[in-house]
């Protein structure tokens, strides 16, 4: 049974049931999801195990854990200061499409050419800008030392476009370790391709382009979103959209040698 090419094959189907089957259980049982965000979680985790590679799926669930914990990290102080989105900390199907629908789009494009060697790179820099931007807005929310990022100005936390110290520091965790897994990801299935020197360099690149992704949406949010020109979700896909490419020029460059 092969469980290490990516596709609609036996073996990586079943590895991907497997993963979403835990994934199911585990919402449920730590209220990660709503019920149509477990629906739409199933079916994002199908297109991105079974057109991609379970290796994929792993780094989403991955994302999908680690943003569910920062959530809940002083939660009870972030409801008192009405920076929760629910009163339990569950995040609805809007969140799973807002972050994960684009690194869905990379599986499918990568199926459709078949080309899972650099499909790995762009999805992990899509799923990097995602954790980056969750990471800064859970753990920063909670910082009083916050700047506009466009004026650098003091600013209330919680605001649009505002950062602070402890936020950056979230964001870069949260990119590298998205860049990690995907250093994983590309070891099980492609290690034979490239050298483990390639590997580290795009996953540098990975982690670089997740925290910028991260700044990006700040910027977005200042800008557009508190004049209500963007919403928060398309703020978020414009900015996984530009990890995303960035990713792919850097591949098509030929600067990995």
Request: proline content about 2%; some cysteine.
């Amino acid at each position: 049974m092969d469980v290490l090419s990516g596709g609609l094959n036996q073996g990586n189907l079943i590895v991907t049931s497997v993963l979403l089957i835990g994934l199911v259980i585990t919402s449920r049982q730590a209220k990660m999801l709503d019920g149509p965000g477990i629906l739409a979680a199933t079916a994002l985790g199908f297109v991105v195990g079974g057109m991609g590679h379970w290796t994929w799926l792993l780094i989403l669930l991955s994302f999908l854990l680690s943003s569910h914990k920062a959530t809940k990290w002083r939660f009870d102080e972030k409801m008192t200061r009405g920076m929760s989105e629910s009163e339990d900390g569950h995040r609805s199907y809007g969140n799973v499409i807002a972050n994960g629908g684009l690194p869905g789009i990379v599986a499918i494009i990568s199926f459709i050419t078949e080309d899972w060697y650099n499909g790995i790179w762009m999805f992990g820099a899509a799923v990097a800008v995602a954790s980056s931007d969750t990471f800064a807005s859970e753990i920063g929310c909670l910082d009083d030392n916050v700047r506009m990022i466009t004026t650098m100005k003091p600013c209330e936390p919680g605001v649009n476009g505002g950062f602070s110290p402890s936020g950056q520091k979230a964001a870069f965790f949260g990119s590298a370790m998205i860049s990690v897994l995907t250093f994983v990801a590309w070891m099980v299935t492609n290690a034979d391709i490239d050298s483990i020197m390639i590997g580290v360099q795009k996953t540098i690149i990975v982690a670089i382009i997740g925290w910028l992704g991260c700044q990006m949406d700040s910027v977005l949010g200042a800008v557009f979103e508190n004049r209500g020109y963007l919403t928060k979700g398309s703020v978020n896909g414009i900015s996984i959209t530009c990890g995303m490419l960035a990713m792919w020029m850097m591949l098509s460059s030929g600067i990995f040698v």
